[in-house]
C-alpha cells in the first residue's frame, strides 16, 4: 500500500521524471497534488505498469488530482547541462504548471535544487513508496511515450515506438547504419562501447 504522503498537514506535490536513461528526446517530469483520499489499485511505480494500466491510469490521475504539471528538458538542454541538471530542471517547469505552489515537495531519486523557498525531500524509489510521486512517475512516461511515439513517424528506422528511444541493441545498429538525428543526445555514448 502506496503512502499518501510525507506531511499529513501541507499540500504536498509528488515529482518524478521519464527518460534520463535514454539516447534520443527529451527527458519529461511531472508534479502531481493528489487529494489526501485518493486511491487506485493499479497505482504503482511506473516501471511497475504495462502500457495498458499506465494509459488507463493517466486520465484517472489527471481528473482525480488536485493539480499536476508535465513538462520536459529537449536533448540540447541535456548536452548543455548534463541529464541530472536537465530532469531536475524538467521537474522545475512541472512545478510551475501546478494551479497552485504546494507547501511542499517530495521528489524521487536522491538530488534536486531549490525551487523557489519550497521546502523538499529527495526518496530514493519513491515511486514506489508515495502516491503522489507514482501518479507523476504514470504522467511523465506516458506523456514521453507519446511524444517519442510521435517522433517515430519522422524517424521510423531508429523504432521510437516501441523502444522509446532507450539503448536497445536495435536501437545501437540503427545509429551505426543511418547516423544520429536532431533528436539524439550528442553527450551520450550513442554506439556500444567497444
Not at 534520443?24 to 505498469?49: E, N, R, T, Y
Not at 515506438?161 to 536495435?170: C, R, V
Not at 545509429?175 to 543526445?185: A, D, S, W, Y
Amino acid at each position: 500500500m502506496l503512502k499518501s504522503s510525507y506531511h499529513k498537514d501541507q499540500i504536498e506535490a509528488g515529482c518524478d521524471e521519464a527518460g534520463r536513461g535514454c539516447l534520443a528526446g527529451p527527458v519529461f517530469a511531472a508534479a502531481v497534488i493528489l487529494p489526501p483520499d485518493f486511491q487506485h489499485p493499479l497505482l504503482d511505480d511506473s516501471k511497475k505498469l504495462s502500457t495498458k494500466q499506465r494509459n488507463e491510469l493517466r486520465p484517472i490521475i489527471e481528473t482525480g488530482c488536485i493539480s499536476f504539471g508535465v513538462a520536459s528538458a529537449d536533448q540540447s538542454e541535456i548536452d548543455d547541462i548534463n541529464i541530472l541538471n536537465a530532469s531536475i530542471l524538467a521537474m522545475h517547469r512541472a512545478l510551475e504548471k501546478l494551479e497552485n505552489p504546494p507547501g511542499f515537495i517530495l521528489a524521487d531519486g536522491n538530488r534536486f535544487h531549490p525551487y523557489q523557498d519550497i521546502p523538499y525531500r529527495t526518496v530514493v524509489k519513491g515511486d514506489g513508496i508515495y502516491r503522489h510521486i507514482a501518479a507523476a512517475s504514470v504522467l511523465a512516461k506516458t506523456y514521453r511515450d507519446d511524444y517519442m511515439a510521435i517522433i517515430d513517424q519522422e524517424y521510423p528506422q531508429y523504432g521510437w515506438a516501441k523502444n522509446k528511444g532507450y539503448p536497445t541493441p536495435a536501437h545501437r545498429r540503427a545509429i551505426l547504419k543511418f547516423g544520429v538525428t536532431p533528436h539524439h543526445r550528442k553527450s551520450f555514448t550513442l554506439l556500444s562501447p567497444r
